[in-house]
């Protein structure tokens, strides 16, 4: 089988929807899935110092459209209408597709719904982006509840296009369901690829930063955007200080909110023991940011999964964090986290309980390992495969009926 991947975004922009395409791809090929994807091209400039490097070959199968700036955003990208639609009907003629998978609901959601039309052949879709919510962060001015009302109806209007729509959470898929998503809609979750669990060395990363390997260092690894909810762990910060005046706070991801936190460090007199890495690589400065880290917190209330939180727990670092959506799905029992209230002293307390007693941190540790096993990307892409599979015989089931009734 081979499936025609479409999205608006992917690396070198680093965000979950780049890091389950890439995993999916890797492993769906194991599962004798091929995949092409189709994504914007991006300069240095709107990578977040993430650029590819001219040395290094492109991934196998991915196929890049030109693309213009995204307005207040220097993130993400455009891609041009005219290339892409260009480069869809160059692939119609060298390859055949039996569907098209999209991930993202902007350009790439149109283009992917007008070429499964014309191939005829089956659109399904990743619901990765809680819309709602972002809305509320990105449109201020725009009231919450017509905001809500937007998102739901557009939300609803595309899913109508699709033969099938994928939640990363279970959470997410009752979401859908609400919205009054009426396409059929399976939860496959992003899983973790084997290099998520090889040890990373926190003394490696400790050292290169500069912070003393004595310090309690708390983590947090995620776009650094509103929706994020990162000013509320910077309030809880505060209070863990009053107890723990040589704890340390560690951000490291990029994105438009770095230099609201920045001044809100300043204000709320942390600046000194908050420490913004950026981006980092994932295959070693990442998972050692996380082997160094003695708490991993999180407050987002917009994931409709939360990788982080995974790949966090496969590091065997505790966790504290709040429960919403789609991290409601994966903070299960026994997981190797503490799942807290967004109230700062209360989530303080639950942070300050793992670092003042090792026993409890070296239990949550040993529960994490385990539990993050669970959810290798073999198992999700297998649970892929088989809904492509499914699809496309009940397209090809459709087709029949169809020819079958215009002979009578």
């Not at 089956?122 to 509320?136: D, K, N, R, S, W």
Request: charged content about 20%; aromatic content about 8%; overall charge neutral.
């Amino acid at each position: 089988m081979r499936v025609l991947f479409i999205s608006d975004v992917y690396f070198p922009r680093v965000n979950g929807v780049s890091t389950s395409i890439r995993t999916f791809r890797a492993d769906l090929a194991t599962a004798g899935v091929e995949t092409v994807l189709v994504a914007p091209t991006y300069p240095a400039a709107a990578a977040g110092h993430t650029a590819p490097d001219p040395a290094v070959p492109e991934e196998a199968g991915v196929v890049r459209v030109s693309s213009s700036g995204v307005i207040g955003d220097a993130e993400d990208r455009r891609m041009h209408w005219g290339a892409l639609r260009t480069t869809l009907d160059a692939l119609s003629c060298t390859q055949h597709f039996d569907l098209v998978h999209v991930h993202t609901p902007f350009v790439a959601h149109y283009a992917g719904v007008g070429f499964g039309r014309r191939q005829r052949i089956p659109v399904i879709a990743t619901y990765h982006t809680f819309f709602e919510e972002y809305l509320h962060h990105y449109v201020p001015l725009l009231p919450r509840v017509v905001g809500r009302a937007v998102a739901r109806r557009f939300t609803r209007s595309q899913c109508a296009e699709l033969a099938a729509v994928i939640a990363p959470s279970e959470p997410m898929r009752a979401l859908l369901s609400e919205y009054g998503v009426r396409a059929r809609t399976t939860v496959i979750p992003t899983g973790l690829p084997p290099d998520r669990f090889v040890q990373g060395v926190g003394a490696r990363f400790r050292a290169q930063y500069g912070l003393s390997p004595e310090r309690p260092l708390l983590l947090y690894v995620g776009r650094v955007a509103h929706e994020k909810n990162i000013e509320f762990l910077l309030q809880m910060f505060v209070e863990v200080r009053r107890v723990r005046p040589d704890a340390l706070l560690v951000i490291a991801g990029e994105g438009p909110a770095r230099a609201s936190l920045r001044a809100q460090t300043l204000a709320l007199g942390i600046a000194q023991d908050v420490v913004f890495v950026g981006y980092l690589e994932r295959n070693r400065a990442l998972v050692d940011c996380y082997a160094a880290a003695d708490v991993f917190v999180f407050a987002s209330r917009t994931e409709t999964q939360g990788l982080v939180l995974l790949e966090a727990l496969a590091q065997g670092r505790p966790v504290v964090s709040t429960a919403y959506l789609g991290t409601a799905s994966v903070l299960q029992p026994n997981c190797g986290a503490h799942v807290a209230p967004e109230q700062p002293d209360v989530f303080a307390d639950a942070v300050l309980h793992v670092l003042d007693d090792p026993a409890r941190a070296a239990l949550l540790s040993a529960q994490a390992r385990t539990y993050a096993a669970s959810w290798t990307s073999a198992r999700m892409a297998a649970r892929l495969a088989e809904l492509y599979a499914e699809v496309a015989r009940g397209s090809v089931s459709a087709a029949s009926t169809l020819a079958a009734a215009a002979l009578r």
